[in-house]
C-alpha cells in the first residue's frame, strides 16, 4: 500500500482490525494492492452488509470441499490400491483447493527469504507430495486451514468487544434547532444543537443538561451500576442510557470528539501497543523460524548420509517444519491483550496498552492521592473559632480573600460565606498573592491578611501550635489560620468526607496480595493519621508539596520497582507520569485523566481498581501460560523425532492443538467479572 501513488504511510492495527492510510488514494486501489492478502477494505464510518457467519465465509468453505475431496479420495485408495493415479489426482485436488492461498503466500515469502508459518507449510506440504506422501499432505493443509480458521475466529470474538462499544451510542438523535424539531444523523449534528431524550432512549452526543432532570444509566461508558440522578448543568455522555424523565441537553462535543469516540480510539491504539511478552515472542519467533528449518534439514540429511533411509528421514524432517509453526506462540500473547483491554472497556476501565496491563499485574505498591481520590474532593467548614472580632467578620475577609484561590479548600469557604448571606464580592482586595502550599495574603482595606497553614504563621509570628489547632488535627480536620503579619484573628477548620468506597477497595486491595497502600496529602501529620487510620492504609505521607509527591514516587519506584499512583490526572500529572503504571479515576469528566493516565477509571470512584488488578494479573497468567503451552507442546512433538515415531498428522495436530489451547485460554479473560 505504501507503493501507491499518493500514499505516503499506511499502519496496520491487528487487534482492531484497522488500517490508517495517510494520503490520497482510492478504497478500491487499497485493496487491489492488498489483494495478496485477500484484503477487504471499508470506511471507518460504513460497514459491511454481507458479514456473513463465521462458518459460512469462503474460507470455511473451501475447508469443506477440500475434506470432502480428501475422503472421497481415501476411499477411492482403499478400493483401487495406494498405487492407483485416481486417488493421488483427488489429493492433489485437496491440497490445491485447501492450501492455494497458503501456498501463494508461502512462495512470496521465500522468494524474499521471510520464513513464517506460510513458508514452512508450503515447504512441508510440497515435500511430502515430491516423496509420494499425497494423502498426509491434503490432511495436513485442511488441519492447517481449520488452525487458521480458529485463530481468525478467536480474533474476532475478541475483536467484538470494540465493536459492541461502537453500537452503544444510537446513530441518530432528536434535535431542535432554530425552534423546528428534526430527527438527524450524529454527523450532521452540531456543538451548540439542543438534543431531546425521552425516557427510555440512549443518548447520541455528549452535553449538558439545559432543561429537565432524570436517572441516566452510565454502565457502558463509567462501569457504574447505580443509574446517577443529573439535573440541569450536568453533564451527561453519548451511549448512555435515559430511563425516567424527558431532557433536554446542549450538545457540547462532535461526534468524533465524544467520551464513548475517545474510549474506543483509545482501546483501539491500546490494542496496537506491543506488550513486553509480545515483543519477546516477535524476537524470539524471528530467530526461532530459521533456526526450525536448519534443524529439520539436518534431519533429513545427516542420518541418510550414515547409511539411514532417505525417504523416511526426510518425512521426518518435514514433520519437523509442521511441528515448528509458530502459529501458537505468535497468538499466544495479542488474543490475551485484545481479550482483557476490550473486557476492562465493557467494565469502565480504560488500560491504554498491553504494557500497562502485563505491569499492573506485577504492582506490589499502590500510592494514592487523597484529595478527590479516596475521599470526595468536596470540603466543607466544620468549626470556626474567632480569636478577634467576631465568626462571620472573619469569614467575610477570608472568602473574599480566596475568591481569587484556585486552593479545594476555598470552595468550602466560599460555600459557607453564600450559604450565611455575606457580601463578601463587595470587599475590595488589592495584591492577592498565592504562597504554593503554604496559604495566600492579600490587601483589604489597606491591611495585609495572610490565610494559610499552621506552618506558615509559625513562620510569620514565630509562635507555637495552640492547642486547639492540633485537636482540631486530630479529629482529622484541617485548620487554615486567618491573621496578619503581627496576630492569629481566627481559626477555620475544613474536613473533606471519605468515599463510602474508599475502605473496603483498600480492604480488597490487600486480600489481592498488594503489600503496601501508601496515602499521599498536602494535610498536616495528625489530620493525616485520623484520615489514615479510617481508611486502613498501610503508609501515609503528609505534608507533601506537588514537588513532594513526584519525589516520593520516584524513591518507591526505587525500593519496590512497579509502583502505581491513582489520582484524579489533573493536579497528580506529574506523580502519574513518574509511576509505573498511572491511574487516573472520573475519567468520563475529564479529557485530561484519558490523556494523561495510562489506566483511566471511568467513573468518579475508586471501587473498580480491585477489579483492574484482578483482570491484570489474570492476563499476566494467561500470557505465561500461553507461551509455555506453546514450546512445551512443540518440544514434546520434537523429541518424537528420536525414535522415529514424528509422523506429519501428529505434528500438525500439535501446532493445532497448541493453537487451539492458548486461544481457549486467552478467551476465558472474557468471563473476569467485576465483583
Known amino acids: 500500500m505504501e507503493r501507491l501513488d499518493g500514499v505516503s504511510e499506511a499502519t496496520v492495527n491487528f487487534g482492531a482490525s484497522k488500517l490508517t492510510v495517510y494520503g490520497h488514494t482510492t478504497i478500491k486501489e487499497l485493496e487491489k494492492a492488498g489483494a495478496f492478502e485477500s484484503l477487504r477494505v471499508k470506511d471507518e464510518n460504513d460497514t459491511f452488509s454481507d ?19 480428501l ?99 444510537p446513530n441518530q438523535a432528536l434535535i431542535r434547532r432554530n425552534d423546528k424539531e428534526m430527527m438527524l444523523n450524529v454527523d450532521d449534528i452540531q456543538i451548540g444543537d439542543i438534543m431531546i431524550v425521552k425516557p427510555g432512549k440512549k443518548l447520541a452526543m455528549d452535553g449538558i443538561v439545559m432543561k429537565g432532570a432524570s436517572t441516566i444509566n452510565q454502565a457502558a461508558i463509567t462501569g457504574e451500576s447505580v443509574p446517577v440522578t443529573k439535573l440541569v448543568d450536568d453533564e451527561v455522555f453519548a451511549g448512555t442510557l435515559n430511563e425516567e424523565g424527558l431532557i433536554e441537553v446542549k450538545v457540547t462535543k462532535r461526534v468524533e470528539d465524544t467520551t464513548l469516540s475517545k474510549i474506543i480510539h483509545l482501546v483501539e491504539e491500546a490494542q496496537a501497543e506491543r506488550a513486553p511478552s509480545q515483543a519477546f515472542v516477535d524476537k524470539f519467533a524471528k530467530y526461532y523460524t530459521p533456526a526450525i528449518i536448519l534443524i529439520a534439514a539436518l534431519i533429513a540429511v545427516i542420518p541418510p548420509l550414515f547409511g539411514a533411509d532417505w525417504g523416511s528421514w526426510i518425512y521426518q524432517g518435514l514433520a519437523v517444519l509442521v511441528v515448528g509453526c509458530p502459529c501458537a506462540l505468535v497468538v499466544s500473547t495479542p488474543v490475551s491483550i485484545v481479550t482483557a483491554v476490550g473486557n476492562a472497556a465493557k467494565n469502565g476501565v480504560l488500560i491504554k496498552g498491553g504494557i500497562y496491563l502485563e505491569e499492573a499485574g506485577a504492582l506490589k505498591v499502590i500510592a494514592f492521592d487523597k484529595t478527590g481520590t479516596l475521599t470526595k474532593g468536596i470540603p466543607v467548614v466544620t468549626d470556626i473559632v474567632a480569636i478577634e472580632n467576631d465568626e462571620e467578620h472573619i469569614m467575610t475577609i477570608t472568602a473574599a480573600i480566596e475568591r481569587s484561590s484556585q486552593h479545594p479548600l476555598a470552595s468550602a469557604i466560599m460555600k459557607w460565606a453564600e450559604e450565611k448571606g455575606l457580601n463578601y464580592q463587595s470587599v475590595p482586595i488589592e495584591g492577592f498573592q498565592s504562597m504554593t ?32 489547632i492540633e485537636q482540631l488535627q486530630e479529629e482529622g480536620k484541617t485548620v487554615m489560620v486567618v491573621g496578619t503579619e503581627t496576630k ?188
Open 51 to 69: 458479514r456473513s457467519a463465521f462458518w459460512k465465509q469462503k474460507e470455511s468453505v473451501k475447508v469443506y470441499l477440500s475434506t470432502l475431496i
Open 71 to 169: 475422503i472421497v479420495s481415501w476411499l477411492l485408495s482403499r478400493q483401487m490400491g495406494e498405487e492407483s493415479i485416481l486417488p493421488t489426482i483427488g489429493y492433489g485436488a485437496s491440497i490445491l483447493i485447501g492450501g492455494y492461498t497458503l501456498f501463494i503466500k508461502g512462495i512470496k515469502s521465500l522468494s524474499q527469504l521471510n520464513f513464517n508459518m506460510n513458508t514452512l507449510m508450503t515447504i512441508a506440504i510440497i515435500g511430502a507430495a515430491l516423496i509420494g506422501e499425497w494423502g498426509e499432505g491434503a490432511a495436513v493443509v485442511i488441519l492447517f486451514a481449520i488452525s487458521e480458521a480458529l485463530e481468525r475466529f478467536s480474533m474476532d470474538k475478541a475483536r467484538q468487544s470494540i465493536e459492541s462499544l461502537m453500537d452503544i451510542a
Open 437 to 468: 502550599g503554604k496559604g495566600v495574603k492579600a490587601k483589604v482595606n489597606n491591611h495585609v491578611y495572610y490565610v494559610g497553614t499552621p506552618i506558615l504563621f509559625e513562620e510569620l509570628l514565630e509562635s507555637t501550635t495552640s492547642e486547639k
Open 488 to 675: 492569629v484573628l481566627g481559626l477555620i477548620a475544613v474536613a473533606d468526607e471519605i468515599r463510602e468506597t474508599s475502605r473496603g477497595v483498600i480492604n480488597k486491595l490487600h486480600k489481592l496480595g498488594i503489600e503496601k497502600t501508601v496515602m499521599l496529602t498536602g494535610d498536616n501529620s495528625r489530620t493525616a493519621n485520623a484520615i489514615s487510620e479510617k481508611l486502613g492504609v498501610s503508609d501515609m505521607e503528609s505534608e507533601l508539596l506537588p514537588e513532594d509527591k513526584l519525589q516520593f514516587i520516584k524513591e518507591l519506584r526505587s525500593k519496590h520497582g512497579n509502583v502505581a499512583m491513582v489520582g484524579d490526572g489533573v493536579n497528580d500529572a506529574p506523580a502519574l507520569a513518574a509511576s509505573t503504571v498511572g491511574i487516573a479515576m472520573g475519567g468520563a469528566g475529564t479529557d485530561t485523566a484519558l490523556e494523561t493516565a495510562d489506566i483511566a477509571l471511568m467513573s468518579d470512584d475508586l471501587s473498580k481498581l480491585p477489579y483492574t488488578i484482578k483482570l491484570s494479573r489474570r492476563a499476566l497468567t494467561t500470557i505465561k501460560q500461553n507461551i509455555g503451552f506453546a514450546l512445551v507442546i512443540k518440544a514434546i512433538a520434537l523429541l518424537l523425532v528420536v525414535p522415529g515415531w514424528l509422523t506429519l498428522w501428529i505434528a500438525i495436530f500439535a501446532d493445532m492443538g497448541a493453537t487451539l489451547l492458548v486461544t481457549l485460554n486467552s478467551l476465558r479473560l472474557l468471563r473476569v467479572k467485576d465483583k
